[in-house]
Protein backbone atom coordinates (compact mmCIF):
# COMPACT_ATOMS: atom_id res chain seq x y z
CA UNK A 1 0.00 0.00 0.00
CA UNK A 2 1.41 2.99 -0.90
CA UNK A 3 3.45 5.35 0.02
CA UNK A 4 5.03 2.31 1.93
CA UNK A 5 6.47 -0.68 -0.10
CA UNK A 6 6.24 -2.89 3.43
CA UNK A 7 2.35 -1.90 4.21
CA UNK A 8 -0.32 -4.16 3.35
CA UNK A 9 -3.54 -5.80 3.60
CA UNK A 10 -5.28 -9.44 3.27
CA UNK A 11 -6.90 -11.71 5.30
CA UNK A 12 -6.23 -15.36 6.62
CA UNK A 13 -8.17 -18.01 8.12
CA UNK A 14 -11.50 -16.63 6.37
CA UNK A 15 -14.10 -20.00 6.13
CA UNK A 16 -15.83 -20.14 3.00
CA UNK A 17 -17.81 -22.51 3.63
CA UNK A 18 -20.69 -23.60 6.81
CA UNK A 19 -19.14 -26.36 8.61
CA UNK A 20 -22.44 -27.81 9.73
CA UNK A 21 -24.29 -27.78 6.25
CA UNK A 22 -21.13 -28.38 4.53
CA UNK A 23 -22.29 -26.60 1.81
CA UNK A 24 -20.56 -22.93 0.44
CA UNK A 25 -21.56 -19.80 1.22
CA UNK A 26 -23.09 -17.90 -1.71
CA UNK A 27 -21.32 -14.44 -0.91
CA UNK A 28 -19.14 -13.02 1.16
CA UNK A 29 -17.80 -9.21 1.73
CA UNK A 30 -15.16 -8.30 4.46
CA UNK A 31 -13.44 -4.45 5.21
CA UNK A 32 -9.53 -5.11 4.84
CA UNK A 33 -7.28 -2.85 6.66
CA UNK A 34 -3.76 -1.61 6.50
CA UNK A 35 -0.58 -3.52 8.23
CA UNK A 36 2.89 -2.39 8.77
CA UNK A 37 5.15 -5.60 8.23
CA UNK A 38 8.12 -3.38 10.34
CA UNK A 39 11.11 -4.20 7.82
CA UNK A 40 11.35 -1.08 6.12
CA UNK A 41 12.14 2.75 6.90
CA UNK A 42 10.97 5.53 5.06
CA UNK A 43 8.04 7.20 4.00
CA UNK A 44 8.32 6.94 0.23
CA UNK A 45 7.28 3.65 -2.21
CA UNK A 46 10.85 3.06 -2.86
CA UNK A 47 13.08 -0.36 -2.43
CA UNK A 48 16.35 1.65 -1.73
CA UNK A 49 14.45 2.55 1.31
CA UNK A 50 16.77 1.51 4.69
CA UNK A 51 15.79 -1.95 6.35
CA UNK A 52 14.20 -1.76 9.58
CA UNK A 53 16.67 -2.97 12.73
CA UNK A 54 15.99 -4.69 14.47
CA UNK A 55 13.13 -5.99 12.63
CA UNK A 56 9.43 -4.44 13.96
CA UNK A 57 6.70 -6.18 14.28
CA UNK A 58 3.95 -6.60 12.21
CA UNK A 59 1.15 -4.66 13.06
CA UNK A 60 -1.97 -3.13 12.63
CA UNK A 61 -2.85 0.68 12.32
CA UNK A 62 -4.35 1.71 15.03
CA UNK A 63 -6.14 5.53 15.62
CA UNK A 64 -4.10 6.43 18.44
CA UNK A 65 -5.31 10.08 19.20
CA UNK A 66 -4.55 12.04 15.67
CA UNK A 67 -8.17 13.14 13.78
CA UNK A 68 -7.39 12.85 10.11
CA UNK A 69 -4.31 10.54 10.63
CA UNK A 70 -3.02 8.32 7.82
CA UNK A 71 -6.45 5.70 7.72
CA UNK A 72 -8.22 7.48 10.62
CA UNK A 73 -11.46 9.29 10.21
CA UNK A 74 -13.92 10.65 12.62
CA UNK A 75 -16.64 8.11 14.17
CA UNK A 76 -19.66 8.18 13.88
CA UNK A 77 -22.43 8.36 16.42
CA UNK A 78 -22.42 5.62 19.03
CA UNK A 79 -18.89 4.67 18.14
CA UNK A 80 -15.57 5.59 18.86
CA UNK A 81 -14.28 9.27 18.39
CA UNK A 82 -11.47 7.84 16.13
CA UNK A 83 -11.27 4.80 13.72
CA UNK A 84 -9.18 3.20 11.48
CA UNK A 85 -10.76 3.11 8.15
CA UNK A 86 -10.48 -0.07 5.80
CA UNK A 87 -8.53 0.23 2.71
CA UNK A 88 -10.38 -2.47 0.70
CA UNK A 89 -13.17 -4.72 0.24
CA UNK A 90 -12.86 -7.93 -0.58
CA UNK A 91 -15.76 -10.00 -1.64
CA UNK A 92 -16.48 -13.15 -2.81
CA UNK A 93 -18.54 -14.77 -4.75
CA UNK A 94 -19.96 -18.56 -5.39
CA UNK A 95 -20.12 -19.17 -9.06
CA UNK A 96 -21.09 -22.99 -9.15
CA UNK A 97 -21.00 -25.43 -6.51
CA UNK A 98 -21.58 -28.95 -6.22
CA UNK A 99 -24.38 -29.80 -3.41
CA UNK A 100 -21.74 -30.06 -0.62
CA UNK A 101 -18.45 -29.23 0.11
CA UNK A 102 -16.79 -32.47 0.63
Sequence with gaps: IAPSPDWFSGLYNLPLWNRDTQTWYKKVE???FAWDA???EGKDFDTRNPG???LGIISAFQ???IEDALFV??????LPSLQV??????KF???ES???CS
Design 38 to 40: GTE
Design 98 to 100: SER
Design 30 to 32: LNV
Design 52 to 54: TMP
Design 73 to 78: SVGQAG
Design 63 to 65: PGD
Design 93 to 95: ELQ
Design 85 to 90: KPVGVL
